[in-house]
């Protein structure tokens, strides 16, 4: 399973990729308004740092519009992903641009049979968001499963599911037992990930006994 991570905070990402878990990133009109940077300069440092996709989001909502945003997006670097909401034109924006072997992701799915329209579109992924489905009382991983179930049947498509709007660690877990090819997890959601309260009570005790021996591994004996 590949790990985005959902930010457009240079600092988190330059930190998280040095852990060598990170195979790109998603950006939303949001997350660079939360940067307060410009976007285009936010972008370039992001691409220069992973050498994944970087999921950059057109905001024009007409096909030209989305056309000529995605065009100079592509300028900024070899790695960018162009964005697109799944709409009518940004699925035709998708069908044109992965046409010409632009990596396209198509974002805000909440059902499936706008996956299976993403797919048809030749995009590279789709993102439904299960965070947001299950702030309304539907279910999240129940969409996964289903679009899992949809791809699985046509080996004709290649659009990689990208479990996006992840709140919490087990909405990763249950990604990865359904199947789902990427998660992009806010940078503090990657963190959780390798934490435990034995793990760190186990090693308490283990460095409380070695303690007690006087040794230490590296010094001359
Ligand atoms: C994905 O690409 C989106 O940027 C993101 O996952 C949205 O998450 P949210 O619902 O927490 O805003």
Not at 96 to 113: E, H, I, R
Not at 182 to 190: E, G, S
Request: charged share 20%; net charge negative.
């Amino acid at each position: 399973m590949k790990f985005f991570v959902d930010t457009a905070d240079v600092a988190e990402i330059r930190d998280l990729a040095a852990t060598g878990m990170v195979d790109g990133v998603t950006t939303n009109p949001s997350l660079i308004a939360k940067s307060g940077r410009k976007f285009l300069d936010v972008l370039a440092e992001i691409c220069s740092v992973v050498d994944g996709p970087v999921s950059a989001e057109v905001t024009a909502t007409d096909f030209d519009g989305m056309m000529a945003e995605a065009a100079r997006l592509l300028e900024v670097a070899s790695n960018v992903a162009i964005k697109v909401p799944l709409t009518w034109d940004g699925l035709k924006t998708c069908k044109a641009l992965s046409s010409k072997g632009t990596q396209v992701n198509v974002t805000l799915c909440f059902s499936p049979a706008q996956a299976l329209l993403a797919a048809k579109a030749g995009a590279a992924f789709i993102s439904p968001f299960v965070g947001r489905l299950d702030d309304i009382s539907e279910d999240g991983m129940a969409l996964i499963e289903d679009i899992r179930r949809i791809y699985d049947n046509y080996p004709g498509f290649t659009t990689e599911i990208l479990v996006a709007s992840i709140r919490h660690p087990l909405h990763v877990v249950q990604s990865a037992k359904i199947g789902a090819d990427v998660a992009t997890l806010p940078p503090a959601v990657l963190r959780q990930l390798a934490l435990h309260p034995l793990t760190d009570k186990g090693l308490a005790a283990f460095l409380a006994d070695w303690q007690k021996t006087g040794q230490s591994i590296t010094a001359a004996t």
